[in-house]
């Protein structure tokens, strides 16, 4: 924000996006790419939101990038895989903008700006035996980014979660990731882990921070510089107070500024992109059955994410969605203890599929297949537990699991994990009961639990829950443990355990729109000037969670879309 924009009461543009997450840039990029004049206002003093602090991955099915890895893929299959796992809430309109102009995105960002791709081809769908499910192809990453690209700009990118970096060095989610976990075992992989970091060691000497940005981070990091090349105005510490309204048309809004309040008039519209309500304590009490005193979830989102976007969508007339299974995308998360006396967070994405691991409810009882998708494991803790219960399980390994993979935030051999003993978030016993009279697991049914895994996982297969059994399980898990690279014994002390609770990766239940993201109001009629995308944005999803990348693939695409609209019509024209 310029010092003459400070200074004025009233600020003119062509398009106001609210928020700086991946759907709020990827409107402003594309509107401004169209000659459209774009200010960005974020809440935060970073920009980033959640999308900074996750994996990255995009899913848009039949993207250029997967394809020109040799990915053959339908937009029949797509639609058969969306309206399967959209059940009753599948809507029909809005996902066929998602494949029609999804494809159409992903050229735009790769080949007009500084968002650069790479395919991510192994990446299997969530559940891939699914109608029109795949065993990989549909998910891309953004490129790793060298974060002098940014120049001083840099001090205004979120940070990424401290609890998924290493010493600070932000790990690459997939290739990158094996060979931290090989490094022990492999040549080729130490070789790398010590240039990654001996890399690290250097920027940390000259720059004081990790410099080579991966995962969400870069992808935020590449929009930003992006929006920056166009000239789009980012103005941080910036939360929006009301939108306002001429007639039926949304023409700008009143954001408070450091400054003092500023009057944005927006003369296409304003597009909310505000991370949703992983944040908003009333909103969760309300749409999230186990968090109603809200003490049953943990959400690694941004404090800032309180629900600003469907707010203000709400008191313009908006509706927002009440009516999915799910209102967020559900994960396993570890509270992790911190020197200043808080907790961190950390996201079992990836643990749960190695071989192994079992994960059992405070009665020493299994109740899922560890190796599904996080979404899954969290649905099916609901339903051994029942929402009025506190959902939380725990993640039960040997020594040679920790050794090999360690566990959640505790890193495999050779790092010590004496810490993570002596701060409680590990426990451990030298014997099977042991470990569960530390952890507060019924010690009787754990040992015959442990004892049930090693008879029936002798043959390779888990006859109770079938972890190991789809492309997506196997994925995650380790090839060199044949025939299942999901299962092993538990059998060699000391063993160990994590107790995981619910926590979120973003929010589904959004503002309702139509295929242009158009926010609609209560009998489905366009707000003139109002858009949404990201998460503010209603899932098409349907309150599911099909594949990696299903929050940030729509939310590009959906970006996109809402300044394709805004280039081509102006708010007071009904279209």
């Given at each position: 924000m310029t010092k003459e924009t400070r200074m004025a009461q009233t600020v003119d543009c062509d398009v106001l996006v609210v928020g700086s997450g991946a759907g709020g840039f990827a409107a402003a990029v594309a509107a401004q790419a169209r000659g459209l004049k774009v200010i960005v206002a974020e809440k935060e003093k970073w920009v980033g939101g959640t999308t900074a602090l996750s994996g990255g991955f995009m899913w848009v099915p039949n993207n250029p990038i997967s394809r020109a890895d040799g990915i053959e893929d339908t937009v029949d299959a797509a639609r058969t895989y969306l309206r399967h796992e959209a059940g009753n809430h599948f809507n029909a309109e809005n996902v066929e903008a998602f494949l029609q102009e999804g494809p159409e995105a992903i050229a735009f960002f790769h080949e007009k700006t500084a968002l650069q791709f790479e395919p991510a081809s192994a990446f299997s769908d969530y559940h891939p035996d699914a109608p029109g499910g795949r065993a990989g192809g549909r998910s891309i990453k953004a490129l790793p980014y060298r974060a002098q690209g940014l120049g001083k700009e840099l001090n205004r990118l979120s940070p990424p979660l401290p609890e998924l970096t290493f010493v600070g060095l932000m790990i690459g989610s997939g290739p990158e990731l094996k060979h931290f976990f090989n490094v022990t075992r492999s040549l080729k992989s130490a070789a790398y882990v010590a240039q990654r970091l001996l890399a690290h060691a250097r920027d940390l000497a000259l720059y004081q921070r990790g410099m080579l940005l991966t995962n969400g981070n870069a992808l935020v990091a590449r929009l930003f510089r992006s929006a920056l090349d166009l000239g789009v105005d980012v103005w941080t510490d910036s939360p929006v107070a009301r939108l306002i309204r001429e007639g039926d048309a949304v023409t700008g809004a009143v954001i408070n500024t450091k400054s003092g309040d500023i009057t944005v008039r927006a003369k296409r519209g304003v597009v909310l992109a505000a991370g949703g309500f992983p944040q908003d304590m009333s909103r969760r009490r309300e749409m999230f059955p186990h968090d109603r005193s809200n003490d049953g979830h943990f959400s690694p989102a941004p404090k800032g994410n309180t629900g600003d976007g469907l707010r203000l969508g709400e008191e313009v007339g908006a509706v927002a969605e009440k009516g999915y299974p799910n209102a967020a995308a559900w994960v396993p998360v570890s509270r992790v203890p911190r020197r200043d006396g808080s907790y961190g967070v950390f996201p079992h994405f990836i643990d749960r599929a190695k071989p192994g691991l079992i994960a059992v409810l405070p009665n020493g009882k299994r109740f899922v297949n560890e190796a599904n998708s996080y979404h899954d494991f969290c649905q099916a803790l609901f339903a051994a537990v029942g929402t009025d219960a506190a959902a939380r399980a725990y993640l039960v390994v040997d020594q040679p699991f920790l050794t090999r993979y360690g566990l959640g935030f505790v890193k495999p051999f050779p790092v010590?994990?004496?810490?993570?003993?002596?701060?409680?978030?590990?426990?451990?016993?030298?014997?099977?009961?042991?470990?569960?009279?530390?952890?507060?697991?019924?010690?009787?049914?754990?040992?015959?639990?442990?004892?049930?895994?090693?008879?029936?996982?002798?043959?390779?297969?888990?006859?109770?829950?079938?972890?190991?059994?789809?492309?997506?399980?196997?994925?995650?898990?380790?090839?060199?443990?044949?025939?299942?690279?999901?299962?092993?014994?538990?059998?060699?002390?000391?063993?160990?355990?994590?107790?995981?609770?619910?926590?979120?990766?973003?929010?589904?239940?959004?503002?309702?729109?139509?295929?242009?993201?158009?926010?609609?109001?209560?009998?489905?009629?366009?707000?003139?000037?109002?858009?949404?995308?990201?998460?503010?944005?209603?899932?098409?999803?349907?309150?599911?969670?099909?594949?990696?990348?299903?929050?940030?693939?729509?939310?590009?695409?959906?970006?996109?879309?809402?300044?394709?609209?805004?280039?081509?019509?102006?708010?007071?024209?009904?279209?």
């Open positions: 010590p994990v004496g810490g993570n003993i002596r701060s409680g978030y590990l426990k451990t016993g030298k014997t099977v009961a042991e470990l569960a009279r530390a952890a507060g697991i019924d010690a009787t049914a754990l040992e015959a639990t442990v004892d049930q895994w090693n008879k029936d996982i002798a043959n390779g297969e888990d006859k109770a829950f079938g972890k190991g059994t789809t492309s997506y399980n196997r994925f995650n898990g380790d090839p060199d443990f044949e025939p299942n690279p999901c299962l092993a014994p538990l059998a060699t002390g000391p063993f160990y355990a994590v107790e995981v609770v619910v926590g979120d990766l973003g929010t589904f239940a959004g503002l309702r729109a139509d295929r242009y993201s158009r926010v609609t109001d209560h009998e489905g009629r366009p707000i003139p000037g109002l858009y949404a995308a990201g998460n503010d944005l209603n899932s098409i999803m349907g309150g599911n969670y099909p594949g990696g990348g299903i929050t940030l693939g729509p939310a590009l695409t959906f970006g996109y879309i809402a300044a394709k609209h805004l280039a081509e019509h102006s708010h007071n024209v009904r279209c």
